[in-house]
C-alpha cells in the first residue's frame, strides 16, 4: 500500500455460502483496512470463518446482492468504501490504488475493469450480459465502460447521498447510473478476473444472466433526478 493510501477504508464483502473462498479473500484486505463481510443467509459457516478470521460480520436477512452490499455501506464508518466479490474472483489487493485515486481527487468512483487470467474465468453467457449492459449504459448516460464489475471504491458519504434503492442485482448498476447523474468523474483500472469458487448466485447460469439483466434495465429506466433534488436520509 503506498503512502499516499489512506488507512481508514472499509471494504464490504456480500457474502452467501463463500466459506471455501473467506481466507483467500481476507488475507489480501491491506493493513489496517477493515473488511465488513455481509452474511445474506448462508448455511455453510461462512460468518463463522469470518469472524475467526478477524472480520466484522453483518447480518442481512432480506435476500439480494444489493440488500448485501447496502447493509455494509450503512455499517462501514471508514471515510472511504471499496466493494469486492467475496468468491475469490477479484483481489481485494488491488483496493489501495482505487482508493488513492479517489483521496487524490483524480476520481469520484473507481471501478475495476476486469480481465480474465485462466479459461472459464468469465463464461460467455457473464460476458455477453456485461457488454449489453455496458452499451445500454451508454446511451443512458453517455459513459463509454468496459466493465461493470463488482470491484470498486468511492467516498462513503457520497455513496449514502446517491439514496440508492435497488437490493437486488441492479446495485452496481443503479449506483454506476446515479453518480453519473450527479456528475462524479468515474474511472476504470484493469483488475485480474480470476475463476471464482463456486458457482456465481448471479450470473452462474443463462437464466441467472437474464435475470440480472433484466434487474439492471429496470434501473436504466429510472429518470434522471434533476440537479439538487433532495435525497432520503
Keep these: 500500500m503506498s503512502d499516499s493510501t489512506p488507512a481508514t477504508a472499509d471494504v464490504v464483502l456480500p457474502c452467501l455460502n463463500e466459506a471455501r473462498a473467506l481466507p483467500w479473500v481476507l488475507e489480501r484486505i491491506p493493513p489496517s483496512w477493515r473488511a465488513v463481510v455481509v452474511d445474506n443467509g448462508s448455511t455453510d459457516g461462512s460468518a463463522d470463518v469470518a469472524r475467526g478470521l478477524g472480520a466484522t460480520v453483518v447480518r ?38 482505487f482508493v488513492a485515486a479517489v483521496a487524490g481527487g483524480e476520481a469520484d468512483l473507481v471501478l475495476g475493469r476486469r480481465r480474465p487470467t485462466e479459461r472459464g474465468a468469465w463464461p460467455a453467457h457473464a460476458r455477453a450480459g456485461n457488454r449489453a449492459l455496458s452499451m445500454l449504459l451508454r446511451r443512458r448516460t453517455g459513459l463509454r465502460l468496459g466493465d461493470l464489475g463488482p470491484l470498486r471504491a468511492a467516498r462513503r458519504q457520497a455513496l449514502l447521498g446517491l439514496d440508492l434503492t435497488d437490493r437486488r442485482s441492479g446495485y452496481p448498476l443503479q449506483m454506476v447510473v446515479r453518480a453519473a447523474d450527479a456528475g462524479w468523474r468515474i474511472t476504470e483500472r484493469d483488475v485480474p478476473y480470476l475463476a471464482r469458487t463456486g458457482q456465481s448466485k448471479v450470473t452462474g447460469t443463462w437464466r441467472g444472466t437474464f435475470q440480472a439483466v433484466r434487474d439492471m434495465r429496470a434501473v436504466l429506466e429510472e429518470r434522471p433526478r434533476p440537479a439538487g433534488e433532495e435525497v432520503a436520509a
Excluded at 60 to 81: K, Q, S
Excluded at 84 to 93: F, K, R, Y
Design 60 to 97: 442481512e436477512e432480506r435476500r439480494g446482492f444489493g440488500a448485501a452490499c447496502h447493509a455494509g455501506l450503512l455499517a462501514a464508518t471508514a471515510e472511504y468504501v471499496c466493494f469486492c466479490d467475496c468468491d475469490a474472483s477479484l483481489d481485494p489487493g488491488e483496493l489501495p490504488s
